[in-house]
Nanobody, 127 residues
Framework: QVQLVESGGGSVQAGDSLRLSCIASGRTFSRYAMGWFRQAPGNEREFVAAISSSGTITYYADSVKGRFTISRDNAKNTVYLQMNSLKPEDTAVYYC????????????????????WGQGTQVTVSS
């Protein structure tokens, strides 16, 4: 059974940085793409970033491009989301996510293709 456990959320000021981590277990981590999504109150859950199984290909939502960086350490079964220049509109619960397609790039990551979700970690950015 795949389990995803996020950590690293918190309350920060606009312009600050945070790094989220997600530790995965239950299968061979290095075979699968990983992603981050977020959901603000009253909004749909939305795609933030994805990374291929090898870590060589990354994708970002336009709203975070240039500010957020997704990375992974396959030896530690961990995916990260480095968030810089945070804005109040980044306030949301952030979820780690993955699917069942081995050696996939993650290029089409959206909620409909995700099979596994973490419990979420709250990020609050105040102005």
């Amino acid at each position: 059974q795949v389990q995803l456990v996020e950590s690293g959320g918190g309350s920060v000021q606009a312009g600050d940085s945070l790094r989220l981590s997600c530790i995965a277990s239950g299968r061979t981590f290095s075979r699968y793409a990983m992603g981050w999504f977020r959901q603000a109150p009253g909004n749909e859950r939305e795609f933030v970033a994805a990374i291929s199984s090898s870590g060589t290909i990354t994708y970002y939502a336009d709203s975070v491009k240039g500010r957020f960086t997704i990375s992974r350490d396959n030896a530690k079964n961990t995916v990260y989301l480095q968030m810089n220049s945070l804005k109040p509109e980044d306030t949301a619960v952030y979820y780690c996510a993955t699917d069942r397609r081995p050696y996939y790039s993650g290029s089409d990551y959206r909620t409909e293709v995700i099979n596994y979700w973490g419990q979420g970690t709250q990020v609050t950015v105040s102005s």
